[in-house]
Structures are given as C-alpha cells and as structure tokens.
C-alpha cells in the first residue's frame, strides 16, 4: 500500500508543528511548503535530523515549488498573517484572501484529488474562498475551528471542577469568531452535565451560571488571550494538533465525530454557508454532518453567529 502524502501550505509557526506531529505520528510522509526560501528546508531538515531519536521513518520535504503537493492525500493550509494584539480574526480578511486565492490555485493545479483543510483565518471565510476557487466538492475542503475551540472550553471546565481534561467533552459549534456557540447543555464529565456538577460544587444555581458564562465568555476570547501574552503572533500548538486530529480522522478512516467548519446545505437552519457544526470524518473528508435539535436560546446564538460569518463572507471582494 503506498504511503499516504500529507502537504502543508505555510511554513510559519502553525506549519512547523503540524510536520512535527505527522512525523512524530508516522502518518506520511510529509511536504512542507512556503514562499520564503530556505524557511520550509530548514524546518525539515531539522525535524527529519531528529528521526532517529524520536524513531519516526518518513520522507520529510521543504520547498517553494507546488510541484512537490503532487499526489497529496491531504493538504493542510496555514499560509497567511496571524493576529497582532488588538485585532480581530477579521482584520485579516484582505491580506489573507489574497495570499489563499494563490495557495488555492496551486492546489487545484497539482493536488486535484487531495482533502483540504484550512486553518486560516478568518477562517469561515478563508474556507469559503478556498473551495470556490478549487472547485472541489465540498465535502473535499473544510476548516479546523471547532476541534480547538470545544477543547478551549473543555480545558477550563476541567480546571473549574479539578477533573482531568480527559474525562471532559464539551463542544462548539458556529463560526470561529467572538459569536461562536458552546453547547452548554452537552458539556460533559464522562455523560454527568457540567451544570449538574457546578450546581453541586456551589451549591447555588445562580453562582453556577454565572461560574458557566464566564467559562463560556473566555472560551469566546481564548484566541485573543493567546495573542495578548504572546504579542507577536496568534496560537500554535493547539491549532496544529487540532487539524491534525481531523486529518488523522481522514488519512485512517476513523469516522471521527469532530466539530468541524463544514458547508451546510439545510442543517441547523443554515443553506449555502460553511459553518461549524458536528462532522464524521473518514476518508471521503466529510461524510455525513450529525444533527440534532438545539434549543430556542442555542438556535438564538447559533443564528447570531451564523450571521457574522454571512457578513463576513459577503465583506470579501
Ligand atoms: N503562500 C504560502 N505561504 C505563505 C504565503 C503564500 N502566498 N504568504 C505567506 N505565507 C507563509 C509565511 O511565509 C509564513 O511562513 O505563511 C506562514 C504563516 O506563518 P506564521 O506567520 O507563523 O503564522 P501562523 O501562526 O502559522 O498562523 C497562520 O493560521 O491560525 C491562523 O490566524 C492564523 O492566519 C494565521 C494562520
């Protein structure tokens, strides 16, 4: 059976993670791509140089040339500016429209059969414009969004309840900016409702609402938060683990249930918009979207959300 082939399109921060992880996880070999020469060959002779300590075997690639995406199974794409202190994941949308309409033309042209899946932001309308331009059905081009931002707030509710992370499932649907939607009501430790658990932990149902919103409100911010310590540039480790739980989903056919910045043709209420929303992933990229019915104060947010990312898209020129 050959090798699958994972592409990476952007060699910055996000990029270096993402080819550390598919080496350190053998999931293919791995082609590293970026404009700026020297950057992508650097950063992978330096992972592929240590193989032999971490006992990974696959082909490692830097380039500057589309050439190399040839025959990928999945394309992962980070190429674009991340944020500064103070601004939003929208006051990328120019800059970065210009750089993905480029990097989706060298996909179309050598990796027509690939599944891609976007991290750029702002990223709901990064997506939209990648698939436009590929033309790739859009069950083939999706974005990571939910996957980091369900484990954002999964983080904190472990933190409030002193619970391991591992027994927490907690879930964001909606786009990935300020309005995005985690879905209270499923929060979870092992199938027991995090309310119930607040509830017990304070004793009050007032004081554990308000112990939920703000969990909620710095899920919302988690990004920014990021941003403001580090000043120089937005989340990486998450990120980059995020997609490639999605892309591992894909390359072995999990049929994972991740949330995941899909184009919906009805669910939830929304036609014609990617959204984020609950997605089996295998090997066909998108397989099947999983809905369910929310109530009248989540469908009220998920509307709300839904409608940024509709301005959103319609700012793009
Ligand atoms: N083609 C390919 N790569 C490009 C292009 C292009 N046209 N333009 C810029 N790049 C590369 C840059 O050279 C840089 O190496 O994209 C890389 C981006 O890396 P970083 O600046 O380190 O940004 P990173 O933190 O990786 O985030 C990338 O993901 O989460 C989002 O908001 C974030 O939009 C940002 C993106």
Same mark, same amino acid.
């Given at each position: ?64 040339s ?146 939920? /919103?703000?969990m ?25 683990s ?9 390359l ?10 899909c184009?919906l043709?009805? /669910? ?14 295998? /090997? ?12 009248? /104060? ?20």
């Open positions: 059976m050959a090798r699958k082939k994972i592409s990476l399109i952007g060699g910055g921060q996000i990029g270096g993670v993402l080819a550390q992880l598919c080496a350190l996880r053998e999931l293919g070999d791995v082609v590293l791509f970026d404009i700026v020469e020297g950057l992508p060959q650097g950063k992978m002779l330096d992972i592929a140089e240590v193989g032999p300590v971490d006992r990974y075997d696959v082909c490692l690639k830097g380039t500057n589309y050439e190399d995406i040839k025959g990928s199974d999945i394309v992962i794409v980070t190429a674009g500016l991340p944020r500064k202190p103070g601004m939003s994941r929208d006051d990328l949308i120019e800059v970065n429209s210009k750089i993905m309409t480029s990097v989706a033309e060298g996909i179309k042209q050598y990796a027509p059969d690939s599944i891609v899946i976007v991290i750029s932001n702002p990223l709901d309308a990064m997506v939209t414009l990648c698939q436009k331009i590929t033309g790739f059905p859009h069950s083939r081009v999706i974005g990571q969004a939910g996957v980091l931002d369900s484990a954002r707030f999964a983080t904190f509710i472990a933190w409030e309840l002193g619970v391991s992370v591992k027994d927490v499932t907690a879930m964001t649907l909606g786009g990935h900016g300020d309005d995005m939607v985690p879905l209270v009501r499923y929060a979870s430790v092992n199938g027991i409702p995090v309310m119930e658990l607040l509830e017990q932990k304070y004793n009050d149902k007032a004081k554990a609402k308000e112990v939920m /919103e703000a909620v409100k710095r899920t919302r911010g988690a990004g920014g938060e990021v941003v403001a310590l580090l000043k120089t540039g937005s989340a990486f480790y998450s990120p980059a995020s997609a490639i739980a999605m892309a591992e989903s894909i072995k056919d999990q049929k994972r249930v991740l949330p995941t910045c184009f043709q009805g /669910e939830f209420g929304v036609s014609g918009f990617y959204v984020g929303v609950p997605a089996v992933l295998g /090997e066909k990229g998108v397989e099947s979207i999983i809905q369910f019915k929310l109530d009248a /104060e989540e469908q009220a947010m998920m509307d709300k959300s839904v409608a940024a990312v509709k301005e959103l898209v319609g700012s793009m020129k």
